[in-house]
Each structure stands twice: as structure tokens, then as C-alpha cells.
């Protein structure tokens, strides 16, 4: 099997090479992000299957070349797409279900990072079971009333607008009554709960709709259809989720910390233990990658990528859990150091433990393990469906 890729692709890394050489230096500073996504858009590399019309670079797909660019952006630190629920979850739903309208208002300040978005799907008692939810929408003139809660909103506290789901036909089976909706987060009617995590962060919020208003176009999809508008987006977290550039990463970091590491004078990674667990690791990582280049293939020639394509998600967070164990295996209770209160100074370590709490939460969002494991037995090797559950976010 050979797995290099074609002179083509060759020379497009090196032009990719050439062009970040030129254009980026390492940057915090907002504006000047802000005007390399924009030059690296211009030259083709970001947001390659958006048109230009709602600013992206509009070009023509191509899986192996947007994989080169995004290797050599990742080799560079450079920034790359603005990445998270608002990128890569809603932008291609309004994409491919949203009115043209929506796309020329949503589309651009979303790419950007101007406007942030959060997710407001789940509820107490609808998770797993999502087509439960209880919040309703109501139309009163031209605009929604909404009124209900939501919970888990991953960075509801910070985001400018939601989408969300919420029961416009009461009277409609579960699955048919439910709507799409987009909601401007500002506004009296909504009242967002921070929840504090084991972390000691509060990344996720309880989100209170007392008459919230939201006008009557602001809907994806038809009246009553939220349930199919909402798979697709489903489809798109668990692509993201499931990107094997983000095991990547974090298998080089993890190698770079363990290569400073000692246990008992001697560099860890001299321990046939370690050896082992990082071979074992180096392994896993090489089988996503070729399962990657493997359906970008796929997908080049129009194919479906079957059964593979289901266990992207559920490998990548097994893949992620694995090596924050490694790490805190080795760190022991450095892992546990919180910053210090009186210089702020952060020991660098403690995001290990950080990294593992977050992979079983990645285990859970965007549909749990247990209904990934469902999906793939049912879809992909057509086993029974469990006479027993339902399994609704699927
Ligand atoms: C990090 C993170 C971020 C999140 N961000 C958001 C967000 O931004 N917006 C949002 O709306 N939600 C978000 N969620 C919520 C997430 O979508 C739900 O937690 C998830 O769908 C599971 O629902 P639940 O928590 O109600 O668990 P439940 O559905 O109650 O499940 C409990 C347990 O039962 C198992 N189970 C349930 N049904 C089945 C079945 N049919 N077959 C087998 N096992 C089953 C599950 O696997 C799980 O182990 C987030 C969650 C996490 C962890």
C-alpha cells in the first residue's frame, strides 16, 4: 500500500509551505488573525467548500488537498478555520437547509468569529431520548414565543445567538412536531445559568426561555421538520468530533511532555512500560489516519464510506481518553495542581486532567458511546435493532 501522496499534492504542500513562510508569524492579537483567515481564504486554503459569496474561498472539492493544507497549517501553528459548534455544526446545516437569506446574513460573521453560536438541543429528561424535549414555540403574530429550558448548552454563557430545537405541533408524534429554530441569546426572555464543572470551570449552562422572541422566518427547514433538519447537523458533529488532525495534535503533544519526563532519574521514555503504552498509542493513531485517507478516497469517487465512516467518533474519543491516561499516569498529582492564586501562574500540567475529564465528556456529546455502538451494530454490521431502546439522536 502506498500512502505518499502524488507530485501534485507535493506541490501544493510546498506552495502552502511558501505561502505561511511569507504571510504568518505567530500572533495573538485579534485583528491580526482576523486579516491571515481572510489572506489564507483569498488564496484558497480555508473554508474551501463555502462560496465566496458568503466568504469562503470556493473551491473545487477536493478531500486530499484540504487534508495537505490543513497538515501544513497544523506544522505552522498557523491558524486555521475558526473550529467549534459554530463552524462546523451550524454553518453547514444552514448550508444545505437554510434559506438564502439566512446564508448571507449568517454565513460570513460566523466564519469570521464574529458571531458565536451555541447548541440547545438537550433538556432534563431529553438527551439520548432528544425528540422528548419539552420546550415550545408558539407563533403569536410574527415572531416565536418560546418557553421551556435547555441544559448542557456548551458556551451558552458566551454565544451571541442559539439554534435550537423546541415543540411548535403539540399535537404532531414526537419526532414530526418539532422545529428549528435560531434565537438571538440577548434578550430579557432568556436567562442563562452557568454550571460549574469538576474542573472548576463552567463551560456548559442552563438556558431559561420565559416568552422569549424570536421572529417567525427565523426557522431552518419547514414548520414541524426541526427532527431531519437536526439529524443533519448531527452528522456534521460527529465529523467533528471525529477528526483525526485532533488526535494528531494531541499524540504529539503528549510525546513531546512524556520526552521531559523522568521516573526514578531515568527519561521515561527509556521505560519498557512506556515504550509499550506509546506504541500501542502510535498504532491506534496510524489506523485512523489510513481509515482517513482511506474515505477520503471513498469520497473522492462518490462511494459511501459504510460502516467506517459510523466509528469515526467513538474511536477518536477512545483515542483521546488513552493518552490523557498515559500522561497522568506518568504526572501523577502534578495533574491535579490548580494555577496559583497569587501570581496566576498556571503549572502547566494540571490541563491533562483537564484533557481527560474532557474525553469522557466528548464521549457522551453529540450522542453517547453506548448509541454510537447502537448505530454502528444496527447500520453498519445490520445487527437487530435492541428491542429495548429507542435510540433517538441517531
Ligand atoms: C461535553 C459535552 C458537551 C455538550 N454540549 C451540549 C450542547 O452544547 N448542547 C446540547 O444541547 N447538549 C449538549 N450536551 C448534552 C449531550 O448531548 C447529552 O449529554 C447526551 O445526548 C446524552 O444525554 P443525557 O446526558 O441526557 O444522558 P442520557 O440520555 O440520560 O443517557 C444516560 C446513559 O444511558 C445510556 N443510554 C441512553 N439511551 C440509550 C440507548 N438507547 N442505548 C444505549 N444506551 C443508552 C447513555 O449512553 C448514557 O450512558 C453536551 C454534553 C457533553 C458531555
Not at 433538556?123 to 421551556?148: C, F, K, M, Q, Y
Request: net charge negative; glycine share 10%.
Amino acid at each position: 500500500m502506498d500512502l505518499s501522496y502524488s507530485k501534485g499534492y507535493e506541490d501544493l504542500r510546498a506552495e502552502v509551505r511558501g505561502f505561511l513562510a511569507e504571510r504568518w508569524s505567530p500572533a495573538e492579537d485579534r485583528d491580526t488573525i482576523r486579516a491571515f483567515r481572510l489572506d489564507s481564504i483569498a488564496a484558497g486554503y480555508l473554508y474551501r467548500s463555502i462560496p465566496a459569496r458568503y466568504g469562503g474561498a470556493e473551491q473545487e472539492a477536493d478531500p486530499v488537498a484540504a487534508q495537505v493544507i490543513s497538515e501544513e497549517f497544523a506544522r505552522a501553528s498557523a491558524p486555521g478555520e475558526v473550529q467549534g459548534i459554530s463552524t462546523e455544526m451550524l454553518i453547514p446545516t444552514i448550508l444545505e437547509r437554510g434559506e438564502e437569506w439566512q446564508k448571507q446574513m449568517f454565513v460570513t460573521p460566523t466564519l469570521m468569529g464574529d458571531m458565536v453560536w451555541c447548541q440547545g438541543y438537550s433538556e432534563p429528561g431529553a438527551g439520548s431520548d432528544l425528540a422528548s424535549l419539552r420546550t415550545t414555540a408558539e407563533l403569536d403574530g410574527d415572531h416565536w414565543v418560546i418557553n421551556g429550558q435547555k441544559v448542557w448548552t456548551t458556551g451558552g454563557h458566551l454565544a451571541d445567538k442559539m439554534f435550537l430545537l423546541a415543540r411548535t405541533e403539540p399535537e404532531a408524534p414526537k419526532h414530526h412536531g418539532i422545529s428549528y429554530l435560531l434565537l438571538d441569546m440577548d434578550q430579557p426572555g432568556v436567562e442563562v445559568r452557568p454550571l460549574k464543572q469538576i474542573t472548576g470551570t463552567a463551560e456548559f449552562n442552563e438556558v431559561f426561555f420565559t416568552n422569549a422572541r424570536t421572529p417567525a422566518d427565523w426557522i431552518v427547514g419547514e414548520r414541524g421538520e426541526g427532527w431531519s433538519v437536526s439529524r443533519s447537523l448531527l452528522r456534521h458533529e460527529r465529523l467533528m468530533v471525529g477528526n483525526p488532525a485532533r488526535s494528531d495534535a494531541l499524540f504529539r503533544s503528549m510525546k513531546k511532555l512524556v520526552s521531559t519526563i523522568t521516573i526514578d532519574g531515568r527519561p521515561a521514555i527509556e521505560s519498557p512500560e512506556v515504550q509499550q503504552r506509546l506504541v500501542q498509542l502510535e498504532g491506534w493513531l496510524e489506523t485512523q489516519r489510513c481509515s482517513g485517507y482511506y474515505q477520503s478516497t471513498k469520497e473522492l469517487k462518490g462511494e459511501s464510506t459504510g460502516t467506517l465512516g459510523l466509528t469515526n467518533k467513538l474511536n477518536n474519543s477512545n483515542f483521546a481518553q488513552r493518552i490523557a491516561e498515559l500522561v497522568i499516569d506518568l504526572i501523577g498529582a502534578d495533574s491535579l495542581l490548580a494555577p496559583n492564586p497569587e501570581s496566576g501562574k498556571r503549572p502547566g500540567n494540571e490541563r491533562w486532567m483537564n484533557q481527560y475529564m474532557g474525553s469522557l465528556g466528548i464521549a457522551i456529546a453529540g450522542g453517547t458511546s453506548n448509541i454510537q455502538r447502537n448505530i454502528i451494530a444496527e447500520r453498519g454490521l445490520g445487527l437487530p435493532r435492541d428491542p429495548l431502546i429507542s435510540d433517538d439522536r441517531s
